[in-house]
């Protein structure tokens, strides 16, 4: 059975940090990547990355604020989130990316697998 359980989520200040999670289990992914939802709003993009972790992709609104990285060997992903700001509340999730090729799919229904979320709010 193929689980994704993301992890790390809280109630953090404005100009503050988190650390997400993601723990894969059942098998590996060649690509995954990270999507956030806020209350009466689409499903969006935040940031992707290859199996190496040489290429990564990231949605305008969170670039050089977060840094997606992977750990393979415990086939685990993660999303470091610095200077957070209140419009980065949302619930947040993994997803993992099974069709062939290299490139970084940037929309929801490209992605196969996906974990329950994680709340993230910022407060200001």
């Known amino acids: 059975q193929v689980q994704l359980v993301e992890s790390g989520g809280g109630l953090v200040q404005a100009g503050g940090s988190l650390r997400l999670s993601c723990a894969a289990s059942?098998?590996?992914?060649?690509?995954m990547g990270w999507f956030r939802q806020a209350p009466g709003k689409e499903r969006e993009f935040v940031g992707a990355i290859s199996w190496s972790g040489g290429n990564t992709n990231y949605s305008d609104s969170v670039k050089d604020r977060f840094t997606i990285s992977r750990d393979n060997a415990k086939n685990t992903l993660y999303l470091q989130m610095n200077s957070l700001k209140p419009e980065d509340t949302a619930v947040y999730y993994c997803?993992?990316?099974?069709?062939?090729?290299?490139?970084?799919?940037?929309?929801?229904?490209?992605?196969?697998?996906w974990g329950q979320g994680t709340q993230v709010t910022v407060s200001s």
């Open positions: 059942g098998r590996t992914f060649s690509r």
């Open positions: 997803a993992g990316q099974i069709t062939t090729g290299l490139r970084l799919a940037v929309r929801p229904g490209e992605y196969s697998y």
